[in-house]
């Protein structure tokens, strides 16, 4: 899982990486410019086409448009919306809550693993 903390400006490569990676949080002075062509920056434009749809995406690059942190957000590109100089504290929460979940989802599965050859052994002896 990587996490892309956006505390100023992003534009350009450090705006591809961004997006590239699976969460993006954002600080609430943090901008985010999309000026730049989309045949020129491919990534990008990719990136920003699985998100939001191709129209989307184009009509963004194409405009130029310099969005701000809660823009970002009401287009779901970023997960969360941190205070200027606490986006590390929201890092921290998102990182204890995907371990949770990690957690959970590998004792679900050494669970069905345990009770899984007890059941094909019931079905050899019947069969």
């Known amino acids: 899982m990587l996490v892309a903390n956006a505390r100023g400006d992003m534009s350009g490569a450090d705006l591809e990486f961004a997006l590239a990676c699976s969460i993006l949080i ?26 939001l749809g191709f129209v989307r995406a ?6 130029g448009e310099v ?16 205070e200027p100089g606490s986006a590390m504290d929201g890092i921290r929460e998102i990182s204890d809550a995907h371990l949770k979940r990690h957690n959970s989802c590998y004792g679900i599965y050494r669970a069905h693993r345990m009770a899984s050859p007890a059941v094909r052994q019931d079905l050899r002896s019947v069969g």
Not at 30 to 49: E, K, N, Q, V, W
Not at 58 to 63: A, G, K
């Open 26 to 51: 954002g600080e609430a002075d943090a901008r985010f410019s999309f000026a730049a062509d989309p045949i020129a920056s491919m990534a990008t434009y990719g990136f920003l086409a699985q998100k």
């Open 58 to 63: 184009e009509r963004l690059m194409e405009r």
């Open 67 to 82: 969005l701000d942190a809660q823009q970002m957000h009401d287009l779901l590109l970023l997960k969360d919306v941190a």
